[in-house]
């Protein structure tokens, strides 16, 4: 009964960490509202595949990595790059609501759902500062133990946490579309990619921040 109190209790903080307002809330809102609910989960998806990829460097020893004096900036300056590109283009789809989408292109929205979120999620620092401190907390001393089964639980536990939460971002903006108007999507999708930007505009601060310390 303990061990399920516990893993539960890790769903419940897989999903308090996906919650907030952030990149990958902020793109698949955007997905969501102009492609409907499969373009949303892709992006969740994407950003868990990167979120794996964390978990899984950081079991392998990601901490020597850490060690490297470029890689934050290097990521400070890739992360405001992608998120600056999805604000633009989310601009330009935002003059592009009214136009129906066929096979091919729907195909093609999927799959570029799914990379803007292991993009957004892979290259943003606050990711990283994430998984090295929460996580890197949480599995720490099984690590040390080697205690294989617990880490795959707990980590498991996690990511199942985030794909609830993606699941009803998800939803939520398919549902929603139907209730609002051209307009209202329209000036929606410009408040998502000026949230993209600033986002973008933020990192590159902090990379400047970072060089001249």
């Given at each position: ?6 893993y539960?209790a890790?769903i ?8 907030p ?14 492609r409907?609910?499969w373009?949303s989960w ?6 868990m ?15 020597q ?38 096979e091919?292109?729907l ?14 999620a ?18 720490g001393?099984?690590?040390i ?25 998800a939803?939520?903006s ?14 929606i ?19 400047v921040?970072l060089?001249g310390?």
């Amino acid at each position: 009964m303990g061990w399920l109190i516990h893993y539960l209790a890790y769903i419940g903080l897989g999903v308090s960490l996906a919650a907030p307002i952030g990149p990958i809330n902020t793109e698949m809102l955007k997905r969501g509202l102009h492609r409907g609910f499969w373009s949303s989960w892709k992006v969740g998806l994407g950003g868990m595949s990167a979120d794996i990829l964390w978990m899984v460097a950081i079991i392998a020893g990601l901490g020597q990595l850490l060690s490297t004096p470029f890689l934050l900036p290097c990521l400070y300056v890739s992360g405001s790059a992608v998120f600056i590109y999805l604000g633009v283009d989310s601009f330009r789809q935002s003059r592009n609501l009214s136009i129906g989408a066929g096979e091919s292109s729907l195909r093609m929205t999927l799959s570029s759902s799914y990379w803007s979120g292991f993009a957004i999620a892979l290259l943003n620092p606050l990711n990283l500062l994430f998984w090295t401190s929460i996580y890197g907390t949480v599995v720490g001393e099984f690590i040390i133990r080697q205690e294989w089964g617990q880490i795959a639980a707990y980590s498991t536990a996690i990511i199942f946490g985030i794909a609830i939460w993606n699941l009803n971002m998800a939803f939520a903006s398919h549902y929603t579309r139907r209730f609002l108007t051209e307009e209202t999507l329209r000036k929606i999708m410009i408040a998502a990619g000026l949230g993209l930007i600033g986002f973008g505009g933020y990192f590159l601060y902090k990379c400047v921040l970072l060089l001249g310390t």
